[in-house]
C-alpha cells in the first residue's frame, strides 16, 4: 500500500480571490488524518510544504515549485459544554462563512459579527480574524495540528497560538512546520451582543436583550455586501493592510493636525497605551480610493480593498501597494502593513 496521499494533482491552476495566474506543480487534496502519514513522507522529501485553504488572504506568484496541501476537509461536531460554554470542532477545509451560518442555526451564538469572511476555518486562527469589536481568540479554546518537525498531531491552547492582531504562532518561524488540522471554538451560553462598531449603530440603539445573533449576523452581512465588492464579481483579498497601532502620542500629534482622523478607542483600539488607526481613511486622503494603476485599482467604496480588474499579476499587485504605502507613509508618517500574506 503507498504510503503517499490520495487526491494528488499534477500541474494545477490554483483559484485564488485575488484572480492572480497561479500554477502548482503538484498540489494534494487533503480529506481527512489518514493521509498525514503521506503527508510526512512528502514533508520530508520536499521539505516543505505550502498550505491553502480558501486562497482568499494570499498573493500569489505564478508558479508553486513546492507541493502544495489543498485543506478540503469537513466535519462540525458539539464536542462538550461546561456551564458557560459550548465547544465545537470544526474542520479546517470547511469554509468559514458556511460555519458560522451554521452555528446560529445549531443555537450557538458568539461568531455573528465575523460573518462573510471568505475562507476557511483552518485559515481563521493563522490569521486571528477579526470584525466589529469580536477578534477569533475570543471565541477560540484549541487548534489540533499536524506538527511535521515533531511527526505528532497534537491540540494547542488558545494562549499557546500566541495571538495578536492579525497575528499567530502559526505565522512565526516555530509555527510554519505546522498543519492545521480543527478548530475548537468555546461559543457563549450567556450570549451579549457586539455592537460598538458604527456599522452596528442600528441594532444598539435597542437594548441588549432586545437584539439577536440573527440580527446581528443579518446587519453584518448587509453592511460587509455594501462596503465590500464580491471576489467572484471583482477579485480581492478583502482588508489589504492592517489597521496601524500607534502610540497614544502619536495619534493625539495626528490628531491636532488631521482633525478628522479615525482611530479606535474601544475594543481593539487601545492596547498597553496604544491606539488603532483607520487604514482605510489614511488610504482615502492620500487620494487613492477608485484610482487605477495598470489592471489594479483601489475599490472605490472602500479604500481597504484592492480589486483586480482584470489580467493582474503579482507584480502590479505590488505597485500599487507600494505607491500606497509610500503616500501614507509621506503624509501621515504611519508605515502600513500588507494584511494577506505574499508568497514567494
Known sequence: MST????????????NTLALPCQASRATQYVGPHQLPGLQVLYDRFGRLEVLGGASNVILPA????????????????????????????????????WVRLSLANGWPGLENL?????????????????????????LQAVEIWDFEGRDRRWLSASQCRFGYRDSIFKQPEGTHWLVLTVRFALPKAWQPVLDYPDLKVLSER????????????QVVAVRQAKLPDPAVKPNVGSFFKNP?????????????????????QFGGQRGGQVKLAAGWLIDQCGFKGKRMGPMAVHDRQALVLVNEGGATVNDVL???????????SRFGVTLEMEPSLWD
Open 4 to 15: 503517499f496521499p490520495e487526491i494528488t494533482i499534477e500541474a494545477l491552476q490554483i483559484p
Open 63 to 98: 508558479t508553486l515549485d513546492s507541493h502544495l496541501v489543498l485543506m478540503r476537509n469537513r466535519g462540525i461536531e458539539l464536542s462538550g459544554q461546561s456551564d458557560t460554554h459550548w465547544f465545537v470542532d470544526v474542520a479546517a477545509g470547511e469554509p468559514w462563512h458556511d
Open 115 to 139: 460573518a462573510l469572511i471568505p475562507g476557511s476555518v483552518g485559515a481563521a486562527p493563522v490569521q486571528n480574524i477579526g470584525a466589529y469589536g469580536v477578534e477569533l481568540d475570543q471565541r
Open 207 to 218: 437594548a441588549p436583550a432586545a437584539v439577536s445573533p440573527l440580527e446581528v449576523f443579518d
Open 245 to 265: 497601532v500607534v502610540s497614544q502620542s502619536q495619534a493625539q500629534r495626528l490628531k491636532e493636525t488631521f482633525p478628522s482622523l479615525v482611530s479606535y478607542d
Open 319 to 329: 505597485v500599487l501597494a507600494q505607491a500606497i504605502v509610500t503616500a501614507v507613509d
